[in-house]
């Protein structure tokens, strides 16, 4: 599915909540290897869904991926092999945010 045909999709869904929107996106076109992790296990950077986790084994795909608020040369590396896919309607994950 290209971009075009993506947004083509949503405007016909005519979706109002965000977070409902993020995850039909992650529905149609895959979850975005831009990730959040806690404790072992790994989120989905754009609809926030548990994709995998590295308590009882080793996540397969952690080599690839960016973690939300590494700021590490691996990160930056991963991040500029991604598509339109990954960084579609997912925060930068590069940006710190600033302190109340």
Known sequence: MTKKELLAKLKILDLKDIEQK??????LIGHSMIQSTCFGYFYCGRCGNQVGDSLGSVYSQAPETVIIGHNCDVCRKNYKKMTWRDKFMVVDPFKVEEEK
């Open 22 to 27: 993020k995850s039909v996106v992650c529905s």
